[in-house]
Nanobody, 124 residues
Framework: QVQLMESGGGSVQSGGSLTISCTVS?????????MGWFRQAPGKEREGVAA???????NYAESVKGRFTISQETAKNTVYLQMNSLKPEDTAMYYC?????????????????WGQGTQVTVSS
């Protein structure tokens, strides 16, 4: 059973920065798993934010391009999401996920394994 654990969420003021992390219990490079960050605000559907392939290629939602950066340390089985210039509309529960040979990088159905989430709150 693959396990994922997010950490690093918290509260920040608008314009601030935050980095959240996700540790996964498998070597995503060797196992050919892509990693994604998703978020879900109250009353809204879960949406893809950023994704990274085993080879390091990345994808971002339009709403976060230029502000968020996804990265990974394969030796530590950890993926990060650095979030800059945060806005109140970025407030959500953030989830990381892992999927095998993901084609559509920001679609939730592509991912098999999910963490429990970490809350990010941005105040104005």
């Amino acid at each position: 059973q693959v396990q994922l654990m997010e950490s690093g969420g918290g509260s920040v003021q608008s314009g601030g920065s935050l980095t959240i992390s996700c540790t996964v219990s498998l070597n995503t490079y060797k196992r050919r798993h892509s990693m994604g960050w998703f978020r879900q605000a109250p009353g809204k559907e879960r949406e893809g934010v950023a994704a990274i392939d085993p080879d390091g290629s990345t994808n971002y939602a339009e709403s976060v391009k230029g502000r968020f950066t996804i990265s990974q340390e394969t030796a530590k089985n950890t993926v990060y999401l650095q979030m800059n210039s945060l806005k109140p509309e970025d407030t959500a529960m953030y989830y990381c996920a892992a999927g095998y040979l993901v084609a559509s990088k920001l679609d939730t159905y592509e991912y098999n394994y999910w963490g429990q989430g970490t809350q990010v709150t941005v105040s104005s």
